[in-house]
């Protein structure tokens, strides 16, 4: 964000020409400081909004104790507009648990294979080249229900999902917790502390059996 400051004395002489003389000068170096910051401005915007290539299987990888993650343009890359993501979900694999965003909305466009969504209450099946806008305020969950892989590009408007998905792996390994139950309980946390609402009470009977804790060994 860009804080201006602007301020200025006039200062008056005794006469109207030391009068105008002052006011003249403060007009150019006020035109000058202008242009200057007009031209810092123009410097850092273009910065920021450089062209980005990101070639197949290239980009960040976010650790990320769900499915495979590579982030592909950053928050700060688009100025804090949106957050690009490929996921790639296993085949019968859970993605998020049932959850409501107060603070942004979540874009999903399939890649490859099919992917299963809590929308509005009732269960659905995208494929490939299908869309789901799914937005703040409203519960949704999504995994993959498949027997084949599926791939996909998953956008959020804002900063704050990005800083909660590369919190998670942090948050975990600093409190160690040794059952399901506490890394629902970790992530449930820090989900909220971004403004995200975990709801377990209405995953759908479809999707439970890929979210039930692993049988012991």
């Known amino acids: 964000m860009f804080r201006i400051i602007l301020g200025g004395v006039l200062a008056f002489g005794a006469g109207m020409s030391a009068a105008a003389q002052d006011h003249s000068a403060h007009a150019q170096h006020q035109a000058h400081d202008e242009h200057s910051e007009h031209e810092e401005h123009a410097a850092n915007h ?23 993650v590579r982030l ?38 399939v890649l490859e ?32 229900g498949s027997d084949t892989e599926t791939q996909l590009l998953m ?10 998905l590369q919190s998670v792996s942090p948050r975990l390994a600093e409190g160690k917790p040794t059952s399901p139950e506490a890394v629902g309980a970790v992530i449930g946390q820090l989900a909220a502390e971004h403004g995200i609402e975990i709801s377990m009470e209405m995953m759908p009977a479809a999707a439970a059996p890929y979210y039930a804790p692993p049988e012991p060994e």
């Open 46 to 68: 273009q910065h920021h909004h450089t062209d980005k290539l990101v070639s197949a299987e290239t980009g960040a990888t976010v650790e990320n104790p769900f499915h495979p």
């Open 72 to 109: 592909l343009l950053s928050s700060e890359e688009s100025m804090g507009e949106v957050t690009i993501y490929e996921f790639i979900l296993p085949p019968k694999s859970p993605g998020s648990p049932p959850h409501t965003h107060s603070q942004e909305d979540e874009y999903f466009y």
């Open 113 to 144: 294979g099919t992917l299963d969504l809590l929308s509005e209450g009732s269960v659905k099946r995208i494929s490939d080249g299908d869309f789901a806008a799914l937005k703040r305020g409203n519960a949704h969950m999504f995994w993959n």
């Open 155 to 164: 956008i959020t408007t804002g900063a704050s999902f990005e800083q909660f």
